[in-house]
């Protein structure tokens, strides 16, 4: 029997990380260079199937500009898991995610799968933040971690799939 479970799911992460840039390339297989901002939030839904099980995510892609920062908590409240985007081309916006960790850590269910994505790592040149730098400071959170590129969509439905192992294992 193939069961469906529904799992709530939220982005965050400054702006331009590419929160929408990895939602649209899981559910839709796209990619745009010229993704607009998002306003507010914007809702999608994708399934995964692990062995004969199916998780269907409901996404919350969230807005990272400051101003849309007090609605975070609506999307985040209950969520069953959490990916936290900074891209590996800009350190401020690894700085935010460990805002947003800290927030999670503090106002979100300890429950929540918390995992970190470290966007853009196409722009393999570019890079400011070293996936060493990452990996050690998601082990010492408790976050899975994982690089990603929306662009080439490497490691994109990794993401969703372990995420959804570790919903089913929990
Ligand atoms: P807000 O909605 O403003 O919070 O931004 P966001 O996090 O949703 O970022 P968005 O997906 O809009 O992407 C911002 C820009 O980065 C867009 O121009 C994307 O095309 C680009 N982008 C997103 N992901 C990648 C990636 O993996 N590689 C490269 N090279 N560009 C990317
Ligand atoms: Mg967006």
Same mark, same amino acid.
């Given at each position: ?35 607009? *901002? /998002? =306003?507010? #939030? ?5 399934t ?6 199916? &998780?269907k995510? @409901? ?18 409240r209950?969520?069953a ?29 300890? *429950? /929540? =799968?918390m #995992? ?12 400011? &933040?070293?996936? @060493? ?35 089913l294992?929990g």
């Amino acid at each position: 029997v193939n069961k469906i479970r529904n799992a709530k799911l939220v982005l965050l992460g400054d702006v331009g990380t590419g929160k929408s840039s990895l939602v649209l390339r899981f559910v839709k297989g796209q990619f745009v260079e010229f993704q607009e *901002s /998002t =306003i507010g #939030a914007a809702f999608f839904s994708q399934t995964v199937a692990v062995n004969d099980e199916t &998780v269907k995510f @409901e996404i919350w892609d969230t807005a990272g500009q400051e101003r849309y920062h007090s609605l975070a908590p609506m999307y985040y409240r209950g969520a069953a898991a959490a990916i936290i985007v900074y891209d590996i081309t800009n350190m401020a916006t690894f700085t935010r995610a460990k805002k947003w960790v800290q927030e999670l850590q503090s106002q979100g269910n300890s *429950s /929540t =799968i918390m #995992a970190l994505a470290g966007n853009k790592s196409d722009l393999l040149e570019s890079r400011q &933040v070293s996936s @060493e730098e990452a990996e050690k400071y998601a082990k010492e959170n408790g976050l899975f971690f994982i690089e990603t590129s929306a662009k080439t969509a490497i490691n994109v439905n990794d993401i969703f799939y372990e995420i959804a192992k570790k919903l089913l294992e929990g």
